[in-house]
């Protein structure tokens, strides 16, 4: 059966688990038993003294962007540190009485998806602060296959924030244990890093052939589909089409009020095999198009191991273009770390100008982000830091 970090972790029994331990961790964060990897380690003996929560919070209900404050978690009583607010990263203060920081929140393998960054914020202030660090690995949801890893990759000097501070492919097919050790290493930092692994995943395993159910990571994370469809279809929130935050399927339907979704289907569909639009409506409770009727699209996903999340979801969003030039606008995306929302597409696609791609014709179109998507250098690149065959 599959092991995470925390199962393995649990069976190795260290002796530092006596030491003063500060835990960065969520409710998404289990066993392969589903049960809470903080509860876990306290019945087995580990002295955490402290939490610290990455977006949406430890009970990962926090809305999209929304600040987090600082609390007690019911279920240890605990104390729990915030860091999503306007502290981004543990301080000096914070860590002084730990000996040792955990990390253990499930990842979804995109870049845009915040945990990854809190991971990196907490590894520079491991680092800054002499405070040994150890990451609880977990498979990576939508594979870990190189070959399906995609851009574009991100312009550090002119698209770094915290949903891609640094340069690695939109969808980077890696766990947060080998990210970790790819970043202490070509960002300088030195920290005293440990990944403690995964058993018996393969890197073309997909969510589904784990046999473990799908726990929601975050309020619109809600299954595997939606998982893999949000690696591309997360870039609407730059736009005036709801990515379906507010209805039941989140990132798995698309739509507006103004969409002619049964056109979008037709179109849509004889230009690409990889999903399927069939059309709908919806009404979301929250959010863009809050109580008004959408026309929408529902994205059926036809082969899961050779999907390109990207590439299908910019061309969508092209054709929407296309066809609704009177209604399609490009849209600010303000939260707690980019309060204006300004650049968003720019941020999340991590392309300078990146909605200027969108005005070429479709041919160039189709060229520029085959270009941008197709990336062969990073599985090279990312080689040496793979832990898992």
């Known amino acids: ?72 978690d019911a279920l240890t009583n605990l104390p729990i540190i915030s860091l999503y607010n306007k502290k981004l990263q543990p301080s000096e203060e914070d860590l002084k009485d730990v000996d040792i920081v955990l990390f253990d929140i499930p990842d979804i393998g995109c870049r845009y998806y915040t945990y990854l960054w809190t991971m990196t914020y907490v ?47 939109l969808r980077h097919s890696c766990t947060l244990g080998e990210l970790a050790l790819y970043f202490n290493s070509t960002k300088n930092l030195h920290a005293n890093i440990e990944v403690i692994h995964t058993k018996h995943w393969q890197r073309n395993m997909f969510h589904n052939d784990w046999h473990i159910d799908f726990i929601p990571t975050s309020p619109a994370i809600q299954h595997f589909n939606a998982a893999l469809l949000y690696t591309g279809l997360g870039l609407l929130e730059a736009t005036n089409v709801s990515e379906g935050r507010g209805a039941n399927t989140p990132f798995e339907i698309a739509g507006a009020a103004y969409l002619q979704h049964n056109k979008i289907c037709t179109v849509f569909n004889t230009m690409q095999d990889a999903v399927v639009l069939k059309p709908i409506q919806f009404t979301p409770t929250f959010g863009k198009y809050k109580n008004e009727l959408c026309n929408g699209v529902k994205f059926y996903i036809q082969d899961f191991t050779s999907y390109q999340a990207v590439f299908t979801a910019l061309l969508f969003m092209k054709v929407v273009k296309d066809l609704h030039t009177h209604y399609f606008t490009w849209s600010n995306y303000p939260t707690i770390v980019n309060p204006t929302g ?20 479709m041919q160039l179109f189709l060229k520029r982000i085959e270009q941008e998507t197709h990336i062969p250098e990073w599985k090279k690149e990312i080689n040496s830091y793979l832990l898992y065959e």
């Not at 941020?347 to 990146?354: A, D, E, F, M, V």
């Open 1 to 72: 059966m599959l092991l995470f970090g925390i199962d393995n972790l649990v069976l190795q029994n260290p002796a530092w688990k006596k030491q003063k331990i500060a835990f960065v961790t969520n409710h998404a964060a289990t066993n392969n038993q589903l049960i809470s990897s903080r509860k876990i380690l306290l019945q087995n003996g580990f002295n955490i003294i402290k939490l610290f929560s990455p977006e949406h919070g430890l009970d990962i209900q926090g809305a999209d962007g929304t600040a987090i404050n600082n609390t007690i």
């Open 123 to 169: 590894l520079e202030a491991c680092a800054n602060y002499h405070t040994p660090f150890i990451i609880l690995d977990r498979p990576n949801p939508i594979s870990g296959n190189l070959s399906l890893a995609e851009g574009a990759m991100l312009n550090e000097t002119f698209c770094s924030s915290f949903i891609g501070r640094w340069n690695i492919p």
């Open 342 to 361: 300004e650049r968003h597409l720019d941020k999340l696609l991590g392309i300078p100008s990146s909605e200027e791609i969108f005005d070429l014709p």
